[in-house]
């Protein structure tokens, strides 16, 4: 063999060499490439908000906190079905200032029952020149009945709920747990209704909120610009006006007895005007809230990727920016609940909330107040409706700190 010949004989032998060993290369890597896709199947991804379960599930405070408010929940829901004694009914002479005690109570069920059968008795034995009076005094005495006289003015819910209670239980009542007020009220009674309408005006007001100021401050934060100046200066204007004299002046306008029966035949009364006041001006921190968020997402690829298909406006705004900001939302509303029912309890402090009959835990805190003297102190008037604010407001507050400790992406799988 001439060297001439070296060189043209290899380069086959060189090429067929890798030819042999390519597809071996080919297979380690179609079987390492199986392994790791293999691998990658049985590796099951954990969204931010499955991560948000399991480290909330760890949290003792942010746990027992939700456990209670549920729980309170379930009581102010169900509270015209529970055997408690009535919020309205008044005992002067033989109930006023009682302090906390086990004594049994009846509701008056069974004697208006009695008192209804010996009417009816008269009614068919009585001659026709009474009669009229008597069938007056049996509607009057009817009329009078502990499902419409003992609650005030119970919505068809409740007075549907009052009836089970009182077929259910009948004229048991819980004791005076908490004692009695200076109008021989059960107090454990009023504290239970007045969770209603203190849990509802925390809830209604700040579901308004969320409403106008997560849309309100998207808008802004996305447009950017002319608009978003515009926007943000209109807030501060709107921080810059004392809420508490607008809320004063808006009630008494409302209030107007004209005005209030034509609200009134639309359904709309004064805890309805109430509950929309609050919540209208306090969207105002949550607008800047979610606009500072907005304009730190909006320029994020997954925002250009939906630009890049066409996504209008209003899609990426409400479909894409908003349900990535609910985290710190969820967060905010549970602290501007308690702040929203701190506002409500200093206005029915004032008298300007809650109108009795009607109560809530402002009034009862009221109440409490006004009858503490330097002489005698009615301790259980102001602890037990101290005592069930001071709790639900810690439990939002420990539940909104566990929910932002949650929601947090960078502690995300830890």
């Known amino acids: 063999m001439t060297s001439s010949d070296t060189p043209h004989n290899s380069a086959p032998a060189a090429r067929a060499d890798s030819d042999a060993k390519r597809p071996a290369v080919g297979r380690e890597e179609a079987l390492r490439l199986e392994r790791l896709l293999d691998e990658a199947r049985s590796i099951q991804g954990v969204s931010l908000w499955q991560d948000a379960r399991r480290r909330l599930r760890r949290n003792l405070a942010a746990r027992l906190s939700l456990a209670f408010l549920i729980l309170l929940g379930l009581v102010a829901l169900l509270t015209p079905l529970l055997p408690l004694q009535s919020p309205t009914r008044q005992d002067l002479k033989r109930r006023q200032f009682e302090r906390p005690n086990l004594r049994p109570i009846r509701l008056g069920v069974a004697e208006h029952e009695a008192k209804?059968?010996?009417?009816?008795?008269?009614?068919?034995?009585?001659?026709?020149?009474?009669?009229?009076?008597?069938?007056?005094?049996?509607?009057?005495?009817?009329?009078?009945?502990?499902?419409?006289?003992?609650?005030?003015?119970?919505n068809a819910v409740s007075r549907w709920l009052i009836r089970v209670r009182i077929a259910l239980f009948g004229d048991w009542c819980v004791p005076s747990l908490c004692g009695t007020d200076h109008l021989g009220r059960d107090?454990?009674?009023?504290?239970?209704?007045?969770?209603?309408?203190?849990?509802?005006?925390?809830?209604?007001?700040?579901?308004?909120?969320?409403?106008?100021?997560?849309?309100?401050?998207?808008?802004?934060?996305?447009?950017?610009?002319?608009?978003?100046a515009a926007m943000m200066r209109t807030v501060d204007v709107l921080y810059s006006i004392p809420f508490l004299f607008v809320v004063i002046f808006a009630i008494t306008f409302l209030t107007e007895p004209k005005i209030k029966a034509a609200l009134a035949q639309v359904g709309v009364d004064q805890l309805v005007i109430f509950y929309v006041l609050i919540g209208a001006i306090y969207w105002l921190t949550m607008s800047r809230v979610v606009r500072g968020q907005i304009i730190s997402l909006k320029n994020e690829q997954f925002i250009e990727a939906a630009r890049t298909i066409g996504a209008s406006q209003a899609r990426i705004v409400f479909r894409h920016l908003i349900p990535n900001t609910m985290g710190i939302v969820i967060v905010y509303l549970t602290l501007t609940i308690p702040a929203v029912m701190l506002f409500e309890a200093f206005l029915s402090f004032l008298g300007m909330g809650v109108t009795p009959p009607?109560?809530?835990?402002?009034?009862l805190m009221n109440d409490g107040l006004q009858v503490i003297t330097p002489i005698r102190i009615y301790w259980w008037l102001v602890l037990f409706p101290g005592l069930a604010l001071t709790l639900s407001l810690f439990a939002l507050n420990f539940l909104g700190d566990g929910l932002r400790d949650a929601l947090d992406p960078r502690l995300k799988n830890r």
């Open 116 to 154: 209804t059968g010996r009417l009816e008795a008269e009614l068919a034995e009585a001659p026709a020149e009474r009669r009229g009076e008597l069938e007056q005094q049996l509607e009057r005495h009817r009329e009078s009945h502990p499902e419409y006289t003992h609650w005030n003015k119970p």
């Open 187 to 228: 107090v454990l009674a009023r504290i239970c209704w007045g969770a209603r309408i203190s849990l509802m005006v925390g809830l209604v007001a700040t579901c308004v909120s969320l409403v106008i100021g997560v849309s309100y401050g998207a808008i802004s934060g996305y447009l950017g610009g002319v608009v978003d």
């Open 358 to 363: 009607d109560v809530s835990w402002g009034i």
